[in-house]
DNA sequence: GCTTGACTTGGAGTGCGCTCGAGGTGATAG
DNA sequence: CTATCACCTCGAGCGCACTCCAAGTCAAGC
């Protein structure tokens, strides 16, 4: 598969996947003989994950170290483990956050749906409280 | 109440407040004779609903948008109304996103916990899926 | 009256995560 | 054989959301 074939395929562009290669945020993608990335199996399945854990938000940074500890061997699995508990950890945290918010979110456009915006002294001095 | 207090009670800096006064994520606050910020109740429910916001993704222009609606009075609170349901809708997609990658998170660990990556074919190949 | 210190502004700088451009190479079509 | 075109690398540039800095002002304490 051509970068940009796996490009498509996941919604990345050729440049981002260029990148994460480069930063090692996924490992060495195997090349033809002319020095074409020619991505198998294993790459797009590295491709896929850092797709999905980057739009939950995980930095980069920690995915990066993921990598390597990979690509270090056996000896690293406990801390590889440690690593995704930790980034576990911090989307919940993260969701949590975020699911207070749509509550706080929904209260507002039930204030709207009541009508209750329209009273005048909210209005004129702005507040929303 | 002064900027320093605002900064400490909501946990945003000085510098992070002049800037979202100074871009229109939040009504201009009223000033002493002096000219220095004196925030109020309806100023720091401003700042606490944009921090709230923010820190759920929410977008620094959709979140001007609204302010400067809010502050053109009645005839804006159908659109005002539209436009939260529509930052409702986004962060809704984005909850969904991160669950799912969560799950996957979740599916990664079990693996570890299970032992499943001590097959040497994953790891020699690196092979995660 | 003078010092101190927190505030003010405008503008420049920073870090992250891409994104683009220049210049070059290798494989296929005509 | 040449042209085209997708790929390559390296390095610079960009957009967002702050963050910091320089230079100035005001108000309270000595």
């Not at 490992?27 to 990335?37: E, L, M, N, S, Y």
């Amino acid at each position: 598969m051509t970068i940009t074939d796996v490009s498509k395929k996941y919604g990345l562009t050729p440049d981002t996947l260029r990148y994460y290669e480069r930063i090692g945020l996924i490992p060495p993608v195997p090349r033809t003989k002319g020095g074409v990335r020619d991505y198998d199996e294993n790459s797009c399945g590295w491709v896929e994950l850092m797709k999905c854990m980057r739009s939950a938000g995980v930095q980069i940074e920690a995915l990066i170290e993921y990598v390597a500890l990979s690509r270090q061997g056996d000896e690293t699995v406990a801390e590889r483990k440690a690593l995704l508990i930790e980034q576990r950890k911090q989307m919940e945290d993260r969701m949590a956050e975020m699911q207070k918010s749509l509550d706080r979110l929904n209260a507002k456009i039930d204030g709207y749906e009541q009508g209750l915006m329209k009273r005048e002294r909210i209005l004129r001095d702005g507040m929303e409280e």
